[in-house]
């Protein structure tokens, strides 16, 4: 298996613009979930699916912020309009559930957003 | 509020030597506890998951150990090696997956 796959690895680009993430999971992984990563905030949840159902999106910083799962390979995050301190390292894991319980999560390479 | 705190500062030491880690944590009761690796660029690798229920796990020349009372993990790494030079965080789950909360990392650097 490839992992979990995110595109674009990186993205410029200006205040007001609408940015959208990309994530591929790992096939026949339940959950999957979006961070964000700072060098002051460390890595925060933003949101999570399970079986693509939006579990928890406390984590979402605000409006602006939107994320869709629209099947089982495929998730999107929104921003939009995006501003500067939107700037960060987007990561998205997944995994799967088991009886026994093992939360290991696979994360993705991220994707570096810049704001300008 | 829930909190969870790493080594304050980053750690340095010389090949060969245990580092440890530290995790300890405040208005938390975790059922799993975590600990993933993160080189520059790259995203969290997990290394061992330990139960509430379990004192210590090993995996090679890991070693975690996880006290509830203290509220607390510890994590070793022996004959530590340049390669272990990383960012090690925890993340503590309540739940049998679900969301993780994770620490901010300690960054240890291993000097030949």
């Known amino acids: 298996d490839a992992g979990v796959i995110q595109s674009p690895r990186h993205e410029v680009t200006e205040m007001g613009q609408e940015v959208t993430l990309r994530c591929k999971p790992i096939s026949g992984h339940d959950y999957l979930f979006w961070y964000r990563q700072t060098m002051m905030r460390g890595l925060e949840l933003l949101i999570y699916f399970n079986n693509n159902v939006p579990i928890d999106d406390s984590g979402m910083p605000e409006d602006r912020f939107s994320a869709k799962m629209p099947n089982a390979s495929f998730s999107t995050l929104k921003i939009q309009p995006s501003e500067p301190r939107d700037s960060a390292v987007y990561f998205c894991a997944s995994s799967l559930s088991r009886g026994g319980g093992s939360n290991e999560q696979f994360f993705g390479p991220g994707t570096r957003l810049t704001v300008l | ?112």
Do not use: M
């Not at chain 2, 150990?65 to 607390?72: A, E, G, M, S």
């Not at chain 2, 994590?75 to 993340?91: E, N, R």
């Not at chain 2, 679900?98 to 240890?108: A, H, I, N, P, R």
């Open chain 2, 1 to 112: 509020s829930q909190k969870i705190e790493q080594n304050s500062e980053a750690l340095n030491i010389q090949e060969g030597k245990t580092a440890t880690l530290t995790c300890n944590y405040t208005n938390y009761s975790p059922a799993y506890l975590q600990w993933y690796r993160q080189d520059p660029g790259r995203g969290p690798v997990f290394l061992l998951l330990i139960r509430e229920n379990e004192k210590e796990k090993r995996k090679e020349r890991l070693k975690v150990t996880f006290d509830t009372t203290l509220k607390q993990s510890l994590f070793h790494i022996t004959a530590s090696q340049p390669a272990d030079s990383a960012t090690y965080l925890c993340a503590l789950d309540r739940t049998n997956a679900g969301k993780s909360t994770f620490g901010d990392g300690t960054t240890l650097t291993v000097k030949p």
